[in-house]
């Protein structure tokens, strides 16, 4: 069997139901073609699995230091690098949110040098947050922009890797909307 044949395998068992788990014992587990894989070659595929695509940062806690403080309808916590073309292309639409009342807070590694003045070289009259590993915590951040939507609570409710398409920009403008619709409905009881 070729190496990409018996990775392609490796894959659809580490993610099928069926396979057998790293912890169990007895023979190797059969695959729908006869093939066997060993408890290890599955738990060692699952792992590599695990390292390609990190578990979703959905239902994490935003870490506070990345939050907005005072009261809130949540927090957009949008990572950025200042070589990151994709950044620069967004940070017009994050000024926008942020402009609508949606609380953004833009995050930079603290080893990106060119961070301090990156906002106000593209717009945007905003203070980064520089962030380091610790800071982060569980946050497995692979790449930037990267954007994270926190209720009041710190709980990530959404999370976007890399340029946001239509329907994601779509569901940051609704948000936008929401606390001025809110804010609205409470005067008019007044």
């Known amino acids: 069997m070729t190496g990409m044949r018996k990775l392609t395998l490796l894959l659809v068992l580490a993610v099928s139901s069926s396979a057998q788990s790293p912890s169990s014992t007895g023979p190797a587990a059969p695959d729908p073609r006869g093939f066997f894989l060993s408890p290890d070659e599955v738990a060692k595929v699952r792992q590599l699995i695990e ?84 800071d982060l915590g569980s946050l497995r951040i692979r790449g930037t922009p990267t954007t994270v939507v926190a209720g009041p609570d710190g709980k990530i409710t959404s999370a976007f890797v890399g340029e946001l398409n239509p329907a994601q920009e779509q569901e940051l403008r609704k948000l936008a909307n929401a606390p001025v619709a809110e804010t609205a409905a409470a005067a008019a009881k007044k």
């Open 51 to 134: 390292q390609a695509f990190p578990p979703s940062l959905v239902g994490q806690i935003l870490p506070a230091k990345f939050r907005a403080s005072g009261p809130s309808s949540g927090t957009v916590a949008v990572f950025m690098a200042s070589t990151c073309p994709h950044c620069i292309k967004e940070v017009p639409l994050f000024k926008s949110l942020s402009d609508a009342g949606i609380r953004i807070m833009p995050v930079f590694f603290s080893e990106d040098t060119g961070a301090p003045g990156f906002l106000q070289r593209n717009g945007w009259d905003q203070q980064p947050i520089l962030a380091t590993t610790q």
